[in-house]
Every structure is written in C-alpha cells, then in structure tokens.
C-alpha cells in the first residue's frame, strides 16, 4: 500500500466547516446554580456546612450507597479511599495505564506502587485478564476506571478480588448515571471516588464524592478530608455540636465548600436529565459512524448503562493519509472542538522513567494512544451540533482514505 508522507497541516480547502464553533464541552448551568450560589453567599456559611451534608445525603441516594462523603475533588477521593484501606508503602495497586494522571498519582502519594495492566482494545477498559497477571503477594487493590461512563467488566474484577483479598476502589470520575447488571456505579465496589470537575457530568466547579458502604472506611475518609479532627467545623459550631475537637491523626485539607455544594445540590437534581440527552447524542454519532470503514467504535456492554460522559471513536489509521492528531487540528480549523482521552501514562515521562516501562509493554493502551478521538458530547448540543461535527469528521476522513 502506497503511503503518501503526512501532510502536517492537512489541507482542508474546500470542506465545509461549522458555521460556529462547537466547543468540546460546555457546563449545563442555569439561574437556579446562580440561585442557589447567592443564597450560600448571603447565608454568612461559606465552607463546609448543612448544603455539603445535604449533597451527601441526596448523592448517596443517587446511587445507592449508605455513604456519601464531599470532597474537594476525585483525586482526593482516591488517595482517601486508598489510605481508608489501609494501602502504604510497600504495598502495590493495579490500575489501566488508559486514565487520567490522578489515578495513579493518587497510588503514588500513599507510597505504594501503580501496577499498570493492559486495556481490552475493544472497550478501553482494564482488562481483567491481565489485571488478573499482575496480581502479586504485595497486591492490595484494584483501581478499575470506567473509561468514557462505560463501566469495567466488574463481575471479573470483583472476582480476582475475592480471590485474592484486595479492595476494589472504582475511579468512576467518567461514570455518574452508570450501572452494571442492575446496579449503579458508586453502589458496587468498595469504595468509589466521583469528580465534579468543570469537565465532568455535574460540576461544581472542582470537586469529588467518596461513596461507600462501610461505616467505617466512611468515618475515617470524613476524618482524613478534615485535618485528621474527630468531628468537623459545621457540627462543632452548630447547636448540637460544641466548640471542641480532638485531632486524631494528620489530616488532610480535602472538604468540599457550601459554596460548591449548592452548586451540586442542583447539577445533581438535573442528572437524569442530562444524561438522556448525552444518550440521545451518542446516538446519532453511532447512527453517523456505524458504517463508516476508516473509524470504529467502542464496544458496548449488553449488562450496562452507559453514562455517555465521552464520545470516543477508534481511527482506523492504516486507511487514513494522516495521524490523529493532524485530524484533530483539522477537526478544529473547521470549528469542531475534539479532545483526546487519553495518551496512556505508561507514555508519560514520569511514569516511564521511574518504572522502567516501554511503550510496546502495554500494546492497546498505546494502540489507543495513537487512534482515539474524543467529540463533543453534553447535553446543551442540539442534534444538528452532532450531526454536524459527524460530517466535518466524515468529510475530513474521506479526504484522507486511503485509495
Ligand atoms: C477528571 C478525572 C479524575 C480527576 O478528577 P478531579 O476531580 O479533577 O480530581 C480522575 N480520574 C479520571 C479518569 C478523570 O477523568
């Protein structure tokens, strides 16, 4: 097969681009979170308060956990779901290298060590035939991460983590709305960290939810989020409370405000909402890409909800004249926002270095690396918004089949 060189500003003359830019994402916000985000500055309690215990409590029913503990972000929530279990030096965590640096470098900050375990190539989920390989006598948890809302093989995971005794903590900052086998993520694992990134599903502009089942693990995480005091500010200076605390063990400065919780209080009320819309996107993107050769989409787990937070195809590279990422510039010269999820860790300097780790080590995280492209997808898209970055993609890969 011919190759011609790859062109690196590809030419687009010609192909017809958005009449306005579509952003790869925008926060769904209205005047009830400016509502609600007045009412907490007027109430004279900024910080953590009755809005975060509030938003705890609706999070929990959300997705069914018994515990629902507000953080100032899911990276605080994995590294306090990791020290509640107990996970410190010595000791070694599996997760997909295909995630967000947080995942890991939640691992790292406890002193433990990120075992990475190849992606199905199909799913871009952790594979748990491999998660299964990587177990050593020095295991303690698995970290799966619901790539792009899609949740993990967890019947698998959960399985090698019978075996084995190790503490399954979902990264699930991708997958608020999901659900395994009748059961919604948050409600499934040990623990689950949420995030509430300006990106992500509901916002609140930074923040995160550790949620869980035990009583415990859910007592020390508050504990952790708070300095390591053994009852927080709100209780302390409200009428049931008093005005004494006793710090037991250094703590962490990871609460979540009422400034942000009010805001989440009213993201969460719109959740279901928004995720029939992502739905009805990622509809007509499947309907747009399904029989297109050069493009393959992600497969979908029959036992699952989707919570659609990312729409992400694999480019067929050996049909294409040009890498994904001279695609991507060209997606955005004709005003189509794209991003890329993700460029695996094991790629990342830090990580390569320090573990001693080749690309070729994990060959589908970098294969995807290479070949996935992520489109907008939220729920204040309109239809033709999709319909029309489906086109300019389209139109871009015909350009650039190969003959
Ligand atoms: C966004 C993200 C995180 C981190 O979330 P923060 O709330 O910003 O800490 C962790 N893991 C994954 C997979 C993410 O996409």
């Known amino acids: 097969m011919s190759r011609s060189p790859e062109p690196s500003e590809p030419d687009i003359a010609g192909l017809a681009s958005a009449d306005e830019y579509i952003p790869f994402h925008r926060p769904f916000l209205g005047e009830e979170e400016e509502q609600a985000v007045v009412e907490v500055l007027r109430s004279g309690w ?44 010595g000791d070694e965590v599996i997760t997909t290298p295909y995630t967000f640096a947080a995942t890991a470098n939640a691992i790292i900050h406890t002193g433990a060590t990120p075992v990475f375990a190849d992606i199905d190539g199909s799913s871009l989920n952790i594979d748990p035939e491999k998660a299964a390989a990587a177990v050593t006598t020095r295991t303690k948890a698995v970290i799966p991460v619901h790539f792009g809302g899609a949740p993990c093989d967890m019947n ?92 037991v063990e250094p703590g962490f400065k990871y609460n979540m405000s009422d400034l942000q919780a009010a805001l989440g209080i009213v993201q969460l009320g719109r959740d279901r909402k928004m995720h029939e819309r992502r739905a009805e996107i990622a509809c007509i993107y499947d309907r747009e890409f399904s029989k297109m050769p050069q493009v393959r989409l992600l497969k979908k787990d029959r036992r699952s909800v989707h919570a659609n937070h990312l729409y992400v195809l694999l ?63 939220y729920p204040s898209m309109s239809d033709s918004d999709a319909v029309t970055s489906a086109s300019v993609l389209g139109s871009l890969i015909r350009r650039f089949s190969c003959k």
């Open 46 to 89: 900024l910080t953590r308060g009755p809005r975060t215990a509030c938003f705890e409590e609706r999070f929990a029913d959300h997705v069914g956990a018994k515990h629902a503990v507000a953080l100032n972000s899911c990276t605080a929530a994995l590294h306090l779901s990791l020290l509640t279990a107990g996970i410190g030096p």
């Open 156 to 247: 698998s995971i959960l399985e090698i983590a019978e075996r084995h005794g190790l503490y399954v903590i979902d990264d699930a900052a991708h997958a608020l709305g999901a659900e395994y086998s009748g059961l919604k993520v948050g409600s499934i694992s040990d623990m689950t960290a949420f995030s509430f990134y300006a990106t992500k599903s509901i916002t609140t502009g930074e923040g995160g939810m550790l949620t869980t089942d035990h009583d415990g693990l859910a007592e020390r995480a508050r504990v952790l989020s708070l300095h390591g005091m053994s009852a927080d500010a709100w209780k302390r200076y409200s009428d049931e409370g008093h005005a004494y605390y006793e710090v």
């Open 315 to 377: 480019l067929n590279l050996e049909s294409l004249r040009l890498s994904r990422d001279d695609l991507a510039r060209a997606m955005e010269n004709l005003n189509v926002g794209v991003s890329v999820h993700f460029r695996s860790l094991h790629l990342h300097p830090f990580y390569r270095e320090l573990y001693a780790i080749k690309p070729e080590d994990f060959p589908q995280a970098l294969k995807a690396s290479e070949s996935a492209l992520s489109l907008p997808l």
